[in-house]
């Protein structure tokens, strides 16, 4: 079964500092790849994903994720964050012809103004 | 409007009581999922349906029970059994097929009193 860790649980930094959230996966087949970010007190909302093709995606509100396969990695980057970024940020992972989205614990993003 | 609509809120479940949470979608799409967020866990599937009338257990099924009589409905039973159902519960639903992209509910907060 495919896991995933993301390597901070709390990141807390300066309005207009550079952000960069880690994550690595376990399956070694083909995977389709997701950042969630989930706003205090609103609904899990998709910020980006990875099928295929430019390994660089770019997302909503200025964010980014690279794919590097031989690292099994997919981490999330924002150049600039704002205080409206403070959120929790989730990576998840499908694996192969699976169904079942495998979740990271979670990134808390505190960016004080 | 079209989404996901998870209803209550919040529920209260008393000690050796079956509740029921509500999950409707008129994204007219035909896979719908149960996961539970706990803090520091991440997001972890419970029950998923990849069409009306079929469902399948995901890692942590016992305790739950769901049901899919409807394309665009998918209730989500927390029975007496399950220990510790103070959670956090995320309805989400796709288009048929692996590994879609999944659009998540606004969530039921479940408390045990």
């Known amino acids: 079964a495919q896991s995933v860790s993301q390597h901070n649980h709390h990141v807390i930094l300066s309005e207009a500092a550079s952000l960069e959230l880690g994550c690595n996966y376990s399956y070694g087949g083909t995977v389709n790849l997701f950042w969630y970010v989930q706003y205090p007190g609103q609904h899990l909302q998709l910020l980006l994903k990875?099928?295929?093709?430019?390994?660089l995606v770019k997302g909503i509100k200025g964010f980014e994720a690279e794919f590097i396969k031989s690292k099994f990695s997919f981490n999330l980057r924002k150049p600039s964050v704002q205080w409206s970024d403070t959120a929790e940020y989730f990576c998840?992972?499908?694996?192969?012809?699976?169904?079942?989205?495998?979740f990271g614990a979670g990134t808390t993003v505190t960016v004080r103004a | 409007d079209g989404g996901i609509t998870q209803s209550p809120k919040y529920l209260f479940r008393k000690e050796g009581q079956n509740v029921t949470l509500s999950c409707e979608q008129n994204?007219?799409?035909?896979?719908m999922y149960w996961y539970r967020q706990d803090p520091g866990q991440g997001l972890r599937l419970i029950y998923y349906?990849?069409?009306?009338?079929?469902?399948q257990k995901g890692d942590i099924a016992e305790g739950y029970s769901v049901s899919r009589e409807k394309k665009e409905s998918f209730p989500l039973t927390v029975t007496s059994a399950q220990k510790n159902p103070t959670a956090f519960y995320l309805c989400a639903s796709s288009v048929q097929g692996a590994g879609e992209t999944q659009y998540f509910g606004p969530g039921t907060r479940l408390l045990v009193l």
């Open positions: 349906s990849q069409i009306v009338n079929d469902f």
């Open positions: 990875y099928f295929s093709g430019d390994p």
């Open positions: 994204l007219n799409h035909d896979a």
């Open positions: 998840a992972v499908i694996a192969g012809r699976d169904y079942k989205l495998s």
